[in-house]
């Protein structure tokens, strides 16, 4: 009997307690198996999202799977969802790839996903070239608008945003405290930068010059 690996997710604290979301994708799974006389190793993530691959279950089923052929207890990985998986196609095709280069199969039921079938691979063929054609443009079109930024004499990079209500507070602080004391202020408030990290009297007179424009100098000159 073949063993497959049978992988559940559930994003959130409370599904994970309640068992629901896990339960209905554990049936399904079990359903699948059954159908095709499969045994299961069940690995479960509960309370994590699908952002990226860093899930500790999920780590831990790759590298069960990360073996020599001859080494491996389990034939590949099952999942009730595609999303449970990856909500990521880069990432989704990125296992697809591992899994063809180690000769392991991929399932995801939804999709009709099943590299251990010659329709499943099929499937799965063109999904990573449909992610592979997705990238390129993508590519393509941001390499082509930021080199019309950059002649219109844009600015070209990450911009982040600051909150409204973040920006306010600043330049409220602004008014009547030092950079330090504005900066020290607004950590104490749980208030972050726009990337979330914790305020400096760097970033604070940065966001400042960048919210007030020409107003900003005479301020800085005025509360260092």
Excluded: C
Aim: a positive charge.
């Amino acid at each position: 009997m073949t063993t497959m690996i049978g992988y559940l997710r559930v994003s959130t604290e409370e599904q994970a307690s309640s068992g629901l979301g896990l339960d209905a994708q554990r049936q399904s799974i079990q359903r699948y198996a059954d159908a095709h006389g499969w045994n299961v190793l069940w690995y479960v993530d509960e309370g994590v999202s699908a952002k990226s691959l860093a899930r500790p279950q999920l780590q831990a089923a790759l590298a069960r799977l990360h073996v020599l052929p001859k080494s491996r207890d389990a034939g590949g990985i099952v999942v009730a969802k595609l999303d449970r998986l990856s909500r990521s196609v880069h990432d989704f095709s990125g296992i697809l790839k591992l899994a063809t280069a180690r000769k392991w199969a991929v399932v995801a039921i939804d999709l009709g996903v099943d590299t251990s079938t010659p329709t499943g691979k099929l499937v799965a063929n063109v999904m990573m070239s449909v992610a592979e054609w997705e990238r390129e443009v993508i590519a393509e079109r941001t390499s082509a608008a930021m080199q019309a930024a950059k002649r219109a004499g844009k600015h070209v990079g990450r911009v982040s945003v600051l909150p409204q209500a973040t920006a306010d507070r600043l330049l409220t602080l602004r008014a009547s405290h030092t950079l330090t004391g504005t900066a020290s202020k607004l950590n104490a408030e749980g208030l972050t930068t726009a990337t979330g990290k914790p305020w400096s009297v760097n970033t604070v007179s940065k966001a400042q010059q960048r919210l007030s424009g020409p107003r900003a100098a005479d301020v800085e000159r005025g509360h260092r």
